[in-house]
Nanobody, 123 residues
Framework: QVQLVESGGGLVQAGGSLRLSCADS????????MGWFRQAPGKEREFVAA????????YYADSVKGRFTISRDNAKNTVFLQMNSLKAEDTAVYYC????????????????WGQGTQVTVSS
C-alpha cells in the first residue's frame, strides 16, 4: 500500500520560496498521477497541481500557475512542489495524494493521502 510522506513546509515571508517533497515511504509509486492540494482554515481542500506519473505532464490551478512547479524524480519515487513568489493567501496545510485517474483536480478522485505539511506565508 502506498504511504505518502510530505516534508518541506515552514514559515516564509511573502515573495519567498519553499520546496515541498512527497515520498512514497515504501518506494513503490504506481499511481496514475500525483497531486498537491491545500486546505486553509475554514476552507475546503483545493487542487493546486498534479503530474501524470508515467508521462510527466503537469496541471495547475489558475491561482498558482506561473509561480508553482510540480516535478518528479522517478528514481527516488518522490514528487516535488516548488513554490515561488509566495503570497499570504498561499498559507495552508499542503497535502500530496495519489490517484486522479478520473479527475486530476478532484479531491474525491485521489485515494491515498499524506499527513500534510504546514506552509505559512507572512505578509
Amino acid at each position: 500500500q502506498v504511504q505518502l510522506v510530505e516534508s518541506g513546509g515552514g514559515l516564509v515571508q511573502a515573495g519567498g520560496s519553499l520546496r515541498l517533497s512527497c515520498a512514497d515511504s515504501r518506494g513503490t509509486f504506481s499511481s496514475y498521477a500525483m497531486g498537491w492540494f491545500r486546505q486553509a482554515p475554514g476552507k475546503e481542500r483545493e487542487f493546486v497541481a498534479a503530474i501524470k506519473w508515467s508521462i510527466g505532464s503537469t496541471y495547475y490551478a489558475d491561482s498558482v500557475k506561473g509561480r508553482f512547479t510540480i516535478s518528479r524524480d522517478n528514481a527516488k519515487n518522490t514528487v516535488f512542489l516548488q513554490m515561488n513568489s509566495l503570497k499570504a493567501e498561499d498559507t495552508a496545510v499542503y497535502y500530496c495524494a495519489a490517484g486522479g485517474r478520473y479527475g486530476l483536480g478532484s479531491v474525491r478522485e485521489y485515494d491515498t493521502w499524506g499527513q500534510g505539511t504546514q506552509v505559512t506565508v507572512s505578509s
